[in-house]
């Protein structure tokens, strides 16, 4: 077996799946808020709040699972999100009332959180080391093509079709994830079993979390966080600027646009590493966000739906890059499960906050507001891990 080679069977299957997963999720998002409003008559804060919260049971999924995946096994955690993602499904139909709807959108995200966790664990067990760059750049192409498609089709549903019918479609993309991961085989290594006890005995943070993974995660965090923005908010100031239509295209931009750049960046995260991606990257978002600011047009928004994607999407994977490097086989779960509860966090609360924010700044205000934001991350990269890599990387070549 060629260990160099990346589009292996399980890659490919993984990526379906995730795919999968991350469509339902989105589609969702977009299309709670108008079932909330309509079905159980709230304000458009609380529908917002619904919609969102299953942010919260994503992180609370990946705070228990990156503790345990080790021991259960990657692909067995994997089958058993699928199973818990089918039955939060189906209770959708069964959601009668607003407390029984926002307890399923917990329970939904948890599900969600061990799943993916889990197809996130298996790409980065099956990967290359020496290509982990490219391969998560092209594994986080299937959560791209989601967040536009997902958003895309719930807003057509939202204008075509009832409720139940976007419900039933949700269970059937679920079970088809579901189907598709019996063929997906176990990582060849599962790690050490003392080691997994060990890790079970007593509370210790260490167990929730992988400290070598904190410092990408706390810049993440605050860039999760800034991107809220764009997911929450897009429908209102879009529908205050009468660009509604063009920004149903918004999200399709967003991923042609990561779709065209992340196999590039990727190779150039490998050969010349991580600040020559990152810094690009963080400083583009911040362009983004200010032409976000200054939207008058639809080519403008959809100006900075491209620019954003060039910023935010490519920065994503590198990072995730970065969190799973010089990681030890049998912790890349709770690397992985790390990386993913700071960027969970981010955009479950950003929305929350934001919202104080929109009132007296406005939308343009809080747009220009992130792009500052979204500078200063760069400032706690650089002294969080840029420095550093730079320091490695003139060792490295001297060596």
């Not at 269970?171 to 579901?178: P, R």
């Not at 923005?229 to 239509?245: A, D, M, P, T």
Request: with cysteine; net charge positive; proline share 3%.
């Amino acid at each position: 077996m060629n260990k160099e080679r990346l589009w292996t069977k399980d890659f490919i299957n993984v990526a379906v799946t995730n795919f999968l997963l991350t469509l339902v999720m989105y589609l969702l998002l977009v299309t709670i808020p108008s079932y909330a409003v309509e079905q159980f008559h709230t304000s458009t804060s609380i529908a917002g709040l619904v919609s969102s919260i299953f942010i919260i049971g994503a992180l609370i999924g990946r705070l228990v699972i990156g503790r345990i995946i080790g021991g259960i096994g990657s692909k067995k955690t994997l089958v058993i999100g699928l199973i818990l993602y089918i039955i939060t499904s189906v209770l959708y139909l069964g959601a009668i009332n607003l407390p029984l709807l926002v307890i399923n959108r917990i329970l939904h995200g948890i599900a969600y959180g061990i799943a993916s966790t889990a197809a996130g664990t298996i790409m980065a067990q099956n990967i290359p080391p020496n290509r982990r760059g490219e391969g998560i750049g092209y594994y986080g192409m299937s959560a791209i093509l989601a967040t536009a498609v997902g958003p895309f089709l719930g807003i057509y549903l939202n204008q075509h079709a009832d409720f139940k019918m976007i419900f039933i479609l949700n269970v059937i993309l679920a079970v088809t994830s579901f189907a598709i991961s019996f063929i997906v085989n176990e990582p060849v290594y599962q790690g050490h079993k003392q080691e997994h006890v060990k890790a079970a005995k007593g509370f210790q943070i260490s167990n929730y979390l992988e400290f070598k993974a904190m410092p990408i995660s706390i810049v993440t965090l605050i860039i999760g966080f800034c991107y809220s923005g764009i997911l929450v908010f897009l429908s209102f100031y879009s529908r205050e600027l009468h660009l509604v239509k063009a920004a149903s295209f918004f999200f399709l931009v967003y991923a042609i646009a990561i779709l065209i750049s992340r196999p590039f960046s990727g190779r150039l995260f490998d050969m010349k590493g991580a600040n020559v991606v990152m810094y690009p990257c963080l400083f583009i978002f911040a362009v983004g966000m200010l032409v976000m600011s200054q939207v008058n047009h639809e080519i403008t928004l959809l100006l900075a739906g491209a620019i954003i994607g060039l910023g935010y999407g490519n920065y994503q994977s590198s990072a995730q890059a970065i969190a799973i490097k010089g990681i030890p086989p049998h912790k890349l779960g709770l690397a992985t499960a790390t990386f993913y509860i700071f960027w969970d966090l981010g955009i479950g609360i950003g929305p929350y906050l934001l919202g104080f924010l929109v009132p007296f700044a406005g939308y343009r205000g809080l747009y220009l507001t992130l792009a500052v934001v979204i500078l200063v991350a760069i400032a706690l990269y650089y002294f969080l891990l840029g420095r550093k890599v730079s320091v490695e990387t003139v060792q490295t070549n001297i060596q």
